[in-house]
């Protein structure tokens, strides 16, 4: 339990600060790169974009979509699983960034 080699976390960044968030996702990210396995629990999209490389979608209790990050995070795979719109958009710093809006509701 000292050193384990797999890391669970469930909604590790919830209620935190912005700042505090993004020391989280960095740790992380460095125990990965230092040969750690990370499983992170999420619904902050651009946290997954950001920081994972591979990423399972659930939905109905199922899983609907698993692969590369780059992949699955695509705006038809999103809209399909959460019933959204989503624009990808490139911060300056290069980070992928998504927009969301809710479906136009059929007349």
Do not use: M, W
């Not at 209620?15 to 750690?36: P, T, V, Y």
């Not at 974009?49 to 979608?57: H, K, S």
């Not at 692969?67 to 490139?90: T, W, Y």
């Amino acid at each position: 339990a000292v050193e384990p080699d797999i890391i669970l976390l469930d909604e590790p960044t919830a209620s935190l600060d912005i700042q505090h968030g993004l020391e989280i996702l960095d740790l992380c990210r460095n125990l990965a790169h230092s040969g750690k396995s990370i499983v992170l629990a999420t619904h902050d999209l651009n946290a997954v974009a950001r920081y994972a490389t591979e990423v399972v979608l659930i939905e109905s209790g199922r899983i609907a979509y698993s692969g590369d990050s780059h992949g699955i995070l695509d705006s038809n795979v999103l809209d399909r699983v959460f019933g959204v719109r989503a624009e990808k958009l490139q911060s300056a710093a290069g980070h992928p960034v998504y927009v969301f809006d809710r479906r136009p509701e059929a007349p």
